[in-house]
């Protein structure tokens, strides 16, 4: 192999999984609401991704999440309460994103683009989600997500909960926009999960994502009883007063708009980071998150000539704060074992303030992470809230002579930091598995917290679904020797539960009443809930719709299971050994016999991507490439839905030779964009 292909060969492949994982990334943060890589990683991914498509501009592509911004659009296959039954409409002006930017040095390259001498307003970002609310005649008409950018689902009904956005407002212009951030305040995002907690639901990581997940909602009265606020930032529409944002924003102040007093007019880099260092403190006494500051060029017809990129405007850019970080003891480390065995070292610390929230427990990950850094009890460690849900240790302070505390155990100096060799929770041999930085404890079957993190996992809402059985009532009936394993569940008397104490004959009920439903829970969340290691829930379902019966799937072998889309060697491996295991095929025959759903429907045409999810599609005309059944099933396969006459609610006619007059003349009038076949089957390709 030549020296390129060497460098180009592997370049061309991260490309390719940068593009997968930023999608994913987009997928569970405006989605899912549930991210799992910080806004830093993500950006840096992102920057690498610019740098690989500038390297290969052979490998450009239109999908790529380098030209669009992230979706949140209801997508049909989302958990039933939320994003269903909201309509999808157009914007009228599209909804960008912004730059990021985290220096000094990124701040000035924006500035010296600018023409010299402009002022710049700097502004708060606030961590929540954007929303846009139209006004006509006074009256506030519509409120739509940003949803992909082009078109945003209208949640109009629960906007009009939130007392900080007004409904009537007089003296404006006959229609105009007005965008901004709607958010859950600190203490009530505290309180709900207070109550979730109680209620052994599933917690919000953070303000933004419960702010998401409330809008969601199709019940304007509990969205109402959350308490959501908003702040405006952004005015638009035609002949609207004044020259310059900042005029703009006062006047929507007077108009009754809730507008940050926190904005200010810049005319320099220096007054701009004397913003930042103010507010980066400041920031912390506020009811509501920000995670950053934006910069906006004040004179709106200087914005104008800069214009926009395809994802964001050229006269405006975000600094993003730090993520916080924090000096703090660990005093001892602990270990915990997860639900497939994997032993994870955890630091227990002094507690510390971060990001709003107290932190006293954080991850340090696999023992060669904590040899990397040479981290032992009694040092001082630098804690970090990465994605904003499991804080983690970065780093440590230089190592002080003497005890810090008189509670904290010290290694002796010499001694080196060892990771335990049997497992803290049942005392057997852990074994490292050969390229796994983790140990595990191999006891699956007799090791607690195996036990009952499997039993979590299968009743868990996105696998069987059994209300009712939480983390502490696994763990009584788990003491109780009522439950030892997945097929227990299925053997439990109501007797037993209302004997409890605790429980009762209410909670009983619910809990079989949940048993029971889960017998209709289908073939591919079954397999799910089985939990085999790495298949998860997209994977259950790539296999499910292969091996459409479990009796078909117990028989594949590794190369078999390979072929299907996402499962490599390893995912495969552990499959052909669950089913080696004569433990598990007995909890099989048990759950057989309690009457699991262990077969699928037949063979479904699976969706080959989301691409088109939410849009609504004309063909008309005759085409070259492809029959227009063809057409019709590819917009399927990619999640779109075909109808047959143009509104404004189409996203865009596929149009062949001799389209029909008619629907081109509606088009036009609605704006609706015609998209040849050619331009189609690149979008699709
Ligand atoms: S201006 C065309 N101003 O940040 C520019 N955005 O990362 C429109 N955001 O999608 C955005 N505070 O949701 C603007 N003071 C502020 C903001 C702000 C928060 C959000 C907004 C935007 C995102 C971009």
Redesign the pocket.
């Known amino acids: 192999m030549d020296l390129f292909s060497q460098i180009e060969e592997p370049e061309r492949e991260e490309l390719l999984a940068l593009r997968k994982e930023l999608e994913e990334q987009n997928y569970k943060y405006y989605v899912l609401n549930a991210p799992t890589m910080s806004d830093r990683e993500f950006d840096e991914k992102m920057h690498r991704l610019q740098e690989l498509e500038a390297r290969y501009p052979d490998m450009f592509d239109p999908k790529s999440p380098t030209q669009h911004v992230g979706s949140d659009l209801a997508v049909s296959h989302q958990p039933s309460a939320v994003s269903k039954g909201f309509e999808t409409v157009k914007h009228k002006y599209p909804?960008?994103?912004?730059a990021?930017s985290y220096s000094r040095e990124e701040i000035e390259d924006w500035v010296r683009k600018l023409p010299s001498g402009v002022e710049i307003v700097c502004?708060?970002?606030?961590?929540?989600?954007?929303i846009s609310l139209w006004y006509e005649n006074g009256e506030l008409v519509r409120a739509l997500t940003?949803g992909d950018g082009q078109q945003g689902d209208d949640v109009i009904e629960n906007i009009k909960t939130i007392p900080s956005i007004p409904r009537h407002v007089v003296g404006t212009p006959s229609t105009f926009e007005m965008?901004g951030?709607v958010l859950l305040p600190w203490e009530r995002f505290e309180a709900l999960n207070k109550e979730r907690e109680e209620q052994e639901e599933p917690l919000f990581a953070n303000p933004r994502n419960a702010a998401s997940g409330t809008l969601k909602l199709q019940d304007p009265k509990e969205v109402a009883r959350r308490g959501l606020t908003a702040?405006l930032?952004?005015m638009l529409g035609e002949n609207l007063p004044g020259k310059t944002h900042f005029e703009r924003l006062s006047t929507a102040r007077k108009w009754g708009f809730n507008i940050?007093d926190a904005i200010k007019v810049c005319k320099n880099v220096d007054e701009v980071m004397a913003y930042i260092a103010y507010w980066d403190t400041e920031r912390k006494n506020l009811p509501v998150a920000t995670d950053g500051i934006?910069l906006?060029v004040n004179d709106l017809a200087t914005q104008e000539e800069l214009g926009y990129t395809a994802k964001?405007?050229r006269w405006?850019i975000?600094y993003k704060f730090p993520a916080e970080k924090q000096l703090t003891l660990l005093k001892e480390i602990t270990y915990q074992v997860g639900r497939t065995g994997v032993v994870t070292p955890v630091a227990n610390l002094e507690p510390v303030q971060l990001s709003g929230t107290i932190v006293q427990r954080a991850t340090l990950h696999n023992e060669d992470f904590i040899r990397s850094l040479d981290i032992r009890p009694g040092d001082r460690v630098w804690v970090e809230k990465g994605g904003e849900i499991i804080p983690k240790i970065t780093g440590r302070a230089e190592r002080e002579i003497g005890r810090p505390r008189a509670d904290v155990a010290l290694l002796p100096e010499s001694a080196e930091y060892a990771f335990p060799d049997v497992c803290p929770e049942c005392g057997a041999k852990l074994v490292r598995v050969e390229g796994e930085a983790a140990w595990r404890c191999p006891n699956e079957a007799g090791c607690p917290p195996q036990i009952k993190g499997k039993i979590e996992h299968f009743v868990s809402r996105k696998a069987m679904n059994i209300d009712g059985l939480g983390e502490e009532t696994i763990d009584l009936l788990y003491r109780q020797g009522l439950l030892h394993n997945i097929a227990d569940i299925y053997d439990l008397k109501a007797e037993d539960i209302a004997s409890q104490e605790r429980l009762g004959e209410k909670s009983a009920q619910n809990m079989l009443a949940g048993i029971e439903a889960s017998k209709q829970v289908p073939w591919a969340r079954v397999l799910f809930a089985l939990g085999i290691r790495m298949v998860g829930e997209t994977t259950a379902k790539k296999i499910a719709r292969v091996y459409n019966s479990i009796d078909s799937l117990q028989w594949a072998t590794a190369e078999q299971l390979t072929a299907i889309e996402d499962v490599g060697p390893q995912i495969a491996e552990n499959i052909v050994r669950y089913f080696e295991d004569i433990r598990n095929l007995e909890i099989l025959e048990r759950l057989r016999q309690a009457g699991l759903q262990f077969e699928g429907e037949s063979l479904q045409p699976s969706a080959i991507s989301h691409q088109l999810d939410g849009m609504s599609i004309v063909i008309s005309g005759t085409f070259a490439h492809h029959s227009r059944d063809e057409y019709k099933a590819m917009i399927e396969a990619h999640g779109g839905k075909n109808v047959g006459s143009v509104s404004k609610k189409t996203s865009f006619i596929l149009a062949g030779e001799n389209m029909g007059p008619e629907k081109r003349k509606k088009a036009e009038e609605l704006g609706v964009r015609l998209m040849t076949e050619e331009e189609f089957l690149e979008m699709i390709k």
């Open positions: 909804m960008l994103s912004l990021n502004e708060l970002k606030y961590d929540g989600l954007s940003r965008r951030e702040y930032y952004y940050s934006v906006k964001t405007p405006a975000a």
